[in-house]
């Protein structure tokens, strides 16, 4: 998922401040956490219904930083990676 603020405001021939204030006052959310959700929504998808390394998929869903991604998934999720993964797997 390769998608910033930059390159949507330069597709629409928006002013990158413009636009940003335009998305928080109308989602109520700045774009940055909106695209943060959807990485970590996709990452946990992935997480809980493969078996690829989670190295991957932080990759996968566009995230450089390895200590970044995991530590806005533990904020978000209130668990690691790997414990998403085995909590999933012993549903089964």
């Known amino acids: 998922?390769?998608?910033n603020l930059d390159k949507l405001a330069?597709?629409?021939n928006y002013n990158k401040n413009y636009l940003s204030n335009l998305f928080k006052k109308e989602v109520g959310e700045p774009f940055?956490?909106?695209v943060l959700k959807k990485r970590l929504t996709q990452a946990n998808?992935?997480?809980?219904?493969?078996e690829l390394p989670i190295s991957q998929i932080i990759q996968a869903v566009g995230i450089s930083n390895y200590?970044?991604?995991y530590k806005?998934?533990?904020?978000f999720y209130?668990?690691?990676?790997?414990?998403?993964?085995?909590?999933?797997?012993?549903?089964?």
């Open 1 to 3: 998922m390769d998608i």
């Open 10 to 12: 330069a597709k629409h």
């Open 32 to 34: 940055s956490a909106v």
């Open 45 to 50: 998808i992935l997480i809980t219904s493969t």
């Open 67 to 69: 200590s970044y991604f």
């Open 72 to 75: 806005k998934y533990y904020n």
């Open 78 to 92: 209130h668990k690691l990676p790997l414990e998403q993964r085995k909590a999933n797997n012993q549903l089964y």
